[in-house]
């Protein structure tokens, strides 16, 4: 274990572990701070209260800056997308890595991006920072926060698969010619192995780049 200390905010209890669970088994101490008690809430709170949504993170910020740590991971993409995050670092003077971040990096290697998220305002947001960067990338986003309700109920991978026809969505991804997929939510990592058997495409998760951006 390192000496780093990391804040990790995400949408609910769940997805904020498993952040906070990622970074622990890569000897990084981190604290969890959720925003919300349920993906619905969260998803509710980011379309229809975004102002709220950003004060509860401005506020959450606040006491993680009070404990002294200065480097946050925003473990959650739908939050990425409904908050300026680039803009609260600055106001708050605190280190904020997201998702986001490692779009940005990537968005030049590709000229068609498949995007599975959460909902379709986190798939609209990752769009526009792919675009930002490289406005000639065309980006096929799905937005389905079914999936993201079944994972934290701790359904199968392979039933979520099967229940959502996720093979039929690698194959159409296939047959457009999408060079890349990105798993747009924190929590789709889960589904990861059993969609690697319907796709030869790269599947990017953005958690491990997160991570090496940290120890940057």
């Known amino acids: 274990m390192n000496n780093i200390l990391v804040a990790v905010i995400?949408?609910?209890?769940?997805?904020?572990?498993?952040?906070?669970?990622?970074?622990?088994?890569?000897?990084?101490?981190?604290?969890?701070?959720?925003?919300?008690?349920?993906?619905?809430?969260?998803?509710?709170?980011?379309?229809?209260?975004?102002?709220?949504?950003?004060?509860?993170?401005?506020?959450?910020?606040?006491?993680?800056?009070?404990?002294?740590?200065?480097?946050?991971?925003?473990?959650?993409?739908?939050?990425?997308?409904?908050?300026?995050?680039?803009?609260?670092?600055?106001?708050?003077?605190?280190?904020?890595?997201?998702p986001f971040d490692i779009y940005k990096k990537i968005a030049c290697e590709y000229h068609n991006i498949g995007v599975l998220s959460a909902n379709n305002q986190s798939s609209a947001g990752i769009e526009k920072v792919i675009q930002s960067v490289n406005p000639d990338c065309d980006v096929i986003g799905l937005g389905i926060l079914p999936i993201v309700v079944a994972i934290e109920k701790g359904i199968s991978a392979k039933e979520i698969v099967d229940k959502y026809a996720l093979r039929n969505v690698m194959e159409f991804y296939n047959s457009i010619g999408v060079?890349?997929?990105?798993?747009?939510?924190?929590?789709?990592?889960?589904?990861?192995?059993?969609?690697?058997?319907?796709?030869?495409?790269?599947?990017?998760?953005?958690?491990e780049l997160m991570y090496k951006m940290i120890l940057e």
């Open 10 to 98: 995400a949408g609910t209890p769940v997805d904020t572990k498993m952040g906070v669970d990622f970074l622990n088994s890569k000897g990084i101490k981190a604290l969890g701070y959720p925003v919300s008690l349920c993906s619905e809430e969260q998803s509710k709170m980011q379309i229809l209260s975004p102002f709220e949504l950003a004060n509860k993170i401005s506020n959450i910020i606040n006491r993680i800056k009070y404990e002294n740590i200065n480097t946050v991971v925003i473990y959650c993409n739908s939050i990425s997308a409904a908050v300026d995050m680039d803009k609260l670092s600055r106001k708050k003077d605190i280190r904020i890595i997201t």
């Open 179 to 207: 060079e890349a997929i990105i798993l747009g939510c924190t929590h789709f990592p889960y589904l990861y192995d059993q969609l690697k058997k319907y796709s030869d495409i790269p599947i990017f998760d953005p958690t």
